[in-house]
């Protein structure tokens, strides 16, 4: 199994959602015992392996269960049954902004965001310059982010996200915000990635940039696996049933 990236073995995942949710401690006093809880069933039974050095696509429509996987395979949340394995040093790219404070210059978020990636300053120093030249955010690096774009967080993310020299990376939909020039360059530098042997996973409902990133394809449905196998086969009975 040493050449197992990511191992997931009959993994489910639920949240509980409450109606009438209380907010003062004296509300919940008074409900304790009478708040109707539901179950939402967010992935079933899901088995799935993906190996060293591939490049994995995860599809379906919205609320299907794609982001709620890379937050599990990230150790954002934990499965309620079943287990993950992820083997070497991660990196991920969930959310926009997420792990960067406001009031810091995109300089001083460089350096909190790699550290986070388990980055000491030393290696992070090493590869400032090459994180600032990629995000091209020029003079602004050195202003406080909360005066940045969607599309500038995005730059300033993905710049940091692919420098830390992760075996396996996780990417959701965030590519999708920003200009059509850096799309492409971050596109290309995936596939750069791949060819030096990561490992990816990507999430998207962009098919071009599925075809041009992917060998293979996971199409989630209702929380479980439709279909896996070669990108094409998938995107093509995907398109079938979802246009």
Same mark, same amino acid.
């Given at each position: 199994m040493?050449?197992?990236?990511?191992e997931?073995?009959n993994m489910?995942?639920s949240?509980?959602?409450?109606?009438d949710k209380?907010?003062?401690l004296?509300?919940?006093i008074?409900?304790?015992?009478?708040g109707?809880k539901e179950?939402?069933?967010v992935?079933?039974?899901?088995?799935? !392996?993906i190996?060293?050095?591939e490049?994995v696509a995860? /599809?379906g *429509?919205? =609320?299907?269960?794609? @982001?709620t996987l890379?937050?599990?395979i !990230?150790k954002?949340?934990y499965p309620?049954k079943?287990? /993950?394995? *992820?083997? =070497?040093?991660t990196? @991920?790219l969930?959310?926009?902004?997420?792990?960067?404070?406001?009031?810091?210059?995109?300089r001083?978020?460089?350096y909190?965001n790699a550290?986070?990636?388990?980055l000491?300053k030393k290696e992070i120093?090493?590869?400032?310059d090459d994180?600032?030249?990629f995000s091209?955010?020029?003079e602004y690096i050195?202003?406080p982010i909360?005066?940045?774009?969607?599309?500038?967080y995005?730059r300033?993310?993905?710049s940091v996200a692919i420098?830390v020299?992760?075996?396996?990376?996780?990417?959701?939909?965030?590519?999708a915000?920003g200009?059509?020039h850096f799309?492409?360059?971050?596109m290309?530098k995936?596939?750069?990635l791949k060819e030096?042997?990561?490992t990816?996973v990507?999430?998207?409902h962009?098919?071009?940039?599925?075809?041009?990133?992917?060998d293979?394809?996971v199409?989630l449905?209702?929380?479980?696996?439709?279909?896996?196998?070669?990108?094409k086969?998938?995107?093509k009975?995907?398109?079938?049933?979802?246009?």
């Open positions: 040493k050449d197992v990236a990511i997931i073995k489910s995942k949240f509980n959602i409450y109606a209380a907010n003062t004296k509300e919940r008074i409900r304790l015992g009478k109707k179950v939402h069933h992935l079933n039974n899901i088995n799935l !392996t190996k060293k050095g490049t995860l /599809i *429509v919205n =609320g299907s269960g794609k @982001s890379l937050k599990l !990230t954002i949340i309620n079943g287990s /993950i394995k *992820v083997r =070497g040093k990196s @991920s969930l959310e926009l902004g997420a792990g960067f404070h406001p009031d810091f210059s995109g001083e978020n460089i909190f550290s986070i990636f388990g000491t120093y090493k590869r400032l994180i600032i030249a091209e955010l020029g050195d202003a909360r005066t940045y774009s969607s599309g500038m995005m300033l993310a993905f420098n020299d992760a075996d396996t990376i996780l990417i959701d939909e965030i590519l915000v200009d059509q799309q492409e360059k971050c290309n995936m596939k750069e030096q042997g990561k990816m990507f999430v998207s962009s098919k071009d940039a599925v075809e041009f990133l992917c293979r394809a199409w449905h209702e929380g479980s696996i439709r279909m896996d196998g070669k990108t086969e998938v995107l009975e995907y398109t079938k049933v979802c246009g």
